[in-house]
């Protein structure tokens, strides 16, 4: 009987490595920081001007986008047109959908080296970044436009984090506020704060001011970041991460709010989102995804009765 009871060490050694790796596993993927918050969410009260991303079910599940095969990277809506924009990064694309995920128009893009986001500034007016160069190029879209130059556009270069091969991969306009928010994927994962491009008023003169809070990122529960959303009506902030399969809505401080799983099971989703790329809000609060390399989502909040 002692001769079986000696590999007792050796199985507490094995338990306690596969412990160790279990906590160093759950730390780099967040997931202690994400079980304390679905604790305090069960147990405390919504914020009153919280967008309730958990009340969201999905409406329209991985469309495949017809007719686009090249790999899509973010989303934005145009309130003005109705319509979504997205780009392409294999061949520069910005493509418009209808909001049932249709395309309406292609427009090549010339010059812009590897395009990561755009989002809609005001009428015809966007930005768009180049995730490589860690640029934002402003551009002018009309009915007309077949083909956009990077060359013949407004543009500005952060030069942030220039060694970290994880550039910009999300994009936030607050018009009122007249900020830009920039998501740097990671490496680190940053939310910075653009006043001042793109400049609007010729009149005055071009000053650009950049904000970042590096240990309010550093709070968030998510891997990456791979897309953002302004919401104009709470004045919240919807982060996107590819790699945590998650969306988060951050208050004025980056305090999270509420969260939209895109596991399957969750949300009403059969299956897990493959690769979420990109984010947008319409008027009504319905949101659109858009995952590599060409699926489509619609996720709706029902209407009480």
Known sequence: MRRLARPKPLILMLLAIALIASIAMGQRLRLFE??????????????????????????????????????VSALTFDPIRKSLFTVTNQNPELVELSLEGRILRRIALVGFGDPEAVEFISEDTYVITDERQQRLIKIHLDQDTRFLDAADAEQMTLGVHMSSNKGFE???????????FVAKERDPMLIYEVHGFPHQNPEKSYAVHVINNPKRDAGLFVRDLSSLQYDERSGHLLALSEESRLIIELDINGRPLSTLSLSKGSQGLQQTVPQAEGLAMDDDGTLYLVSEPNLFYVFKKPQPD
């Open 34 to 71: 994400r079980a304390w918050f679905n604790v305090n969410s069960f147990w405390n009260p919504a914020h009153e001007q919280a967008i309730a991303l958990d009340q969201y079910r999905v409406t329209v599940e991985a469309q495949v986008i017809d007719g686009l095969a090249d790999d």
């Open 170 to 180: 999300g994009l936030a306009y607050d018009s009122v506020g007249k900020r830009l």
